[in-house]
């Protein structure tokens, strides 16, 4: 059974930082590109970050210098980490484990919340 089960997520002020971790089981998590995508109130899911399997990274242009995706193959898990919150970061973020176009799994997401 796969699961993806994402932490870390919280309530943080503007130009704060948090550390979302997602932790894997049930695949083999070295050979799957992981992403982290998130959905903000009233609007579609969209991608924050990526990485491959072979550790390339790739981030949209909203997150470039302030969201850096890591993983570590050894604990099956998968970071993101947040700097210079906006309360537009706001969204609940989910973890997204791929491999090629035949497999895809989510995680149960994780709310943050950027306010004063």
């Known amino acids: 059974q796969v699961q993806l089960v994402e932490s870390g997520g919280g309530l943080v002020q503007p130009g704060g930082s948090l550390r979302l971790s997602c932790a894997a089981s049930?695949?083999?998590?070295?050979?799957?590109?992981m992403a982290w995508y998130r959905q903000g109130p009233g609007k579609q899911r969209e991608l924050v970050a990526g990485?491959?399997?072979?550790?390339?990274?790739n981030y949209p242009a909203s997150a470039t210098g302030r969201f850096t995706i890591s993983r570590d193959n050894a604990k099956n898990t998968m970071y993101l980490q947040m700097n210079s919150l906006k309360p537009e970061d706001t969204a609940v973020y989910y973890c997204?484990?791929?491999?090629?176009?035949?497999?895809?799994?989510w995680g149960q997401g994780t709310q943050v919340t950027v306010s004063s």
């Open positions: 049930g695949i083999i998590f070295k050979l799957y590109t």
């Open positions: 997204n484990a791929a491999f090629g176009l035949a497999r895809a799994y």
């Open positions: 990485i491959s399997s072979n550790n390339r990274t």
